[in-house]
């Protein structure tokens, strides 16, 4: 902090007199001039050129302007695990930023009688006991604007891709309080994800928070990765950011983003294994505050969460390194507060405030399938809804491997599109009647033709909702196949054909009515269509059973 000090003296003579006997240095200086090898001058030339030098000495003085810079100083009592424990520094506030000798900045968060815990946001190489640390007197911000679109970053907005330094548009607060009641509007716009079983029968809206949670290495990422790459043509900023993921699954979530042409749109955010745990702390709070500049600006935002178990662990170890009381395993209190408040701050604004969304897919993963452990609760409750993937049926080759019994979106078919809304209904039904029928099947009871045929429609239903992965589709390439499910058109594919029957049916649709699958994707439904779209359906499966698909 800079503060200016006018000048205490006004006049040379004033400040002379304070130090010297003005009239003495006066006569001192004309001595000194007559003992000089110069040509002897008389009295007045003497007195006038003492008076200019003095002249231009006191409009010197005049002119300077005291500057004092008063600065906060602490110094570090120790260092260790990317915590450091400083004394002084007794103005400071929790989430402000201090100073190290070596250029690293630390973050308050403990406040103790006489010394102060800050966590490390860099390397603590260099750092020893007895260091000298300023306050930087402000709390933690990152850089927002479109420049980050396309770039590979670390919390704190330093670039990881080579590329040349960012240019934002201003600098925000790491953390600040999520949108009132007030502000916000209810979640009634779908955000298609491209995946037929979420969009049908999970449907995600924008603004919602749907958690995905499942055992490791079932396609979690997977998952949320298709539904940035399914955002391509819709006007909406993706933000991935990752955890403490392996470096090489990161890499190739990078490399799929650019493969697939996402990056322009997207900002992937990182924070590895080996970084400091305050990196791995702040990286969601970071990328969602990335992601509200674009919200306020009003537009639609994406962001996945990769996952929050790793980020609760992370400040579980801060935690302990902080010696705070640990909790339920190890946890501290306010675990439960550090995710709600992030994930509140997922919204759909009020058209008042711009008609912005915020939606959040945070993942978090399982341990031996167990869905009442503490951190999968505490966000299951937060949540408007969960995807939870089974890894049964992962192993089966369903994917995505959705258990339908445990999944539910709280947002319900509120928004879900009319063209979808109207297939999901049926779908639902068909699938929750083959499920209580199935059952039935597993006894040995006989089964009369009717409930046989429903178990090979619900079978059928199975396998077209899964997909491969990378894979996402349009709305209207969803409700063409699910339309082709529903109303039995595949009874009579083999269970093996299923997959060749969905592609060469969009194929037909793409090169004979391209322009029905536009009009679908932009009004959003069928109810004047769907007549025309069950007769081409027909038409199709009568093509491709007789083997005359080529020529049709």
């Excluded at 009688?113 to 020893?128: A, K, N, P, W």
């Excluded at 909702?465 to 209207?476: C, D, E, R, S, V």
Aim: hydrophobic residues 35%; glycine residues 8%; proline residues 5%.
């Amino acid at each position: 902090m800079n503060i200016n000090v006018e000048p205490k003296f006004t006049s040379l003579e004033s400040y002379l007199n304070e130090l010297v006997d003005f009239p003495a240095f006066e006569k001192e200086v004309k001595n000194r001039l007559g003992e000089t090898d110069l040509p002897r001058l008389d009295e007045d030339t003497s007195d006038k050129l003492v008076q200019q030098l003095l002249s231009t000495f006191q409009q010197t003085c005049e002119n300077y302007t005291s500057h004092v810079t008063f600065e906060e100083i602490g110094t570090v009592q120790h260092v260790g695990n990317g915590v450091a424990n400083l004394s002084g520094l007794s103005n400071v506030g929790v989430d402000e930023l201090v100073n190290f000798p070596n250029g690293v900045d630390g973050l308050v968060l403990n406040l103790e009688s006489d010394s102060i815990d800050v966590i490390l946001l860099g390397e603590e190489t260099g750092i020893h006991g007895g260091d000298r640390v300023t306050s930087r007197r402000e709390r933690i911000r990152v850089p927002v604007g479109p420049d980050l679109l396309g770039r590979v970053i670390n919390p704190l907005g330093a670039p990881l891709d080579d590329l040349p330094e960012i240019q934002p548009v201003d600098m925000e607060l790491l953390e600040k309080p999520a949108p009132g009641i007030i502000e916000r509007s209810p979640v009634n716009e779908p955000l298609q994800t491209g995946n037929k079983m979420i969009d049908a029968l999970f449907s995600v809206g924008r603004g919602q928070r749907e958690l995905i949670v499942g055992d490791r290495q079932i396609g979690k990422t997977t998952l949320a990765v298709d539904t940035i790459l399914n955002q391509k043509n819709s006007n909406v900023v993706c933000i991935y950011v990752s955890i403490g993921q392996k470096k090489s699954s990161v890499l190739s979530v990078i490399n799929t983003l650019k493969t697939r042409g996402a990056m322009e749109y997207s900002v992937v955010v990182i924070a590895s294994p080996d970084d400091p745990p305050a990196l791995r702390y702040l990286a969601p709070f970071a990328g969602c505050t990335m992601g509200e500049y674009f919200l306020q600006q009003g537009r639609d935002v994406l962001i996945v969460y990769d996952d929050l178990g790793k980020h609760a662990d992370a400040y579980r170890e801060i935690s302990l390194l902080l010696r705070r009381p640990p909790g339920r395993e190890a946890y501290p209190g306010d675990i439960f507060y550090l995710h709600s408040r992030l994930l509140e701050r997922a919204c759909k604004l009020s058209e008042e405030q711009g008609g912005g969304s915020l939606t959040a897919l945070p993942i978090i993963p399982l341990q031996q399938s167990n869905l009442a452990a503490y951190i999968p609760t505490n966000l299951i409750s937060i949540c408007d809804g969960q995807i939870v993937l089974n890894t049964e049926k992962f192993n089966r080759g369903l994917k995505p491997a959705v258990d339908i019994g445990l999944s539910v979106s709280r947002v319900g078919s509120s928004a879900q599109s009319k063209a979808m809304r109207s297939v999901s209904e049926e779908l639902k039904l068909e699938l929750s009647q083959f499920e209580e029928v199935e059952q039935f099947t597993r006894f040995g009871t006989e089964i009369d033709e009717a409930t046989l045929n429903q178990i090979q429609r619900g079978q059928r239903l199975q396998l077209i909702l899964a997909q491969p992965n990378n894979k996402p589709l349009t709305l209207a390439e969803e409700v063409i196949i699910l339309t082709a499910g529903i109303h039995g058109y595949l009874d009579a594919v083999d269970l093996s054909q299923i997959g060749r029957f969905e592609d060469d049916l969009l194929s037909w649709f793409k090169r004979h009515h391209s322009d029905m699958m536009n009009k679908i994707n932009h009004e959003k439904t069928i109810n004047d269509i769907r007549d025309e779209i069950l007769n081409l359906i027909h038409k199709f499966t009568e093509i491709w059973t007789s083997g005359e698909l080529s020529d049709g």
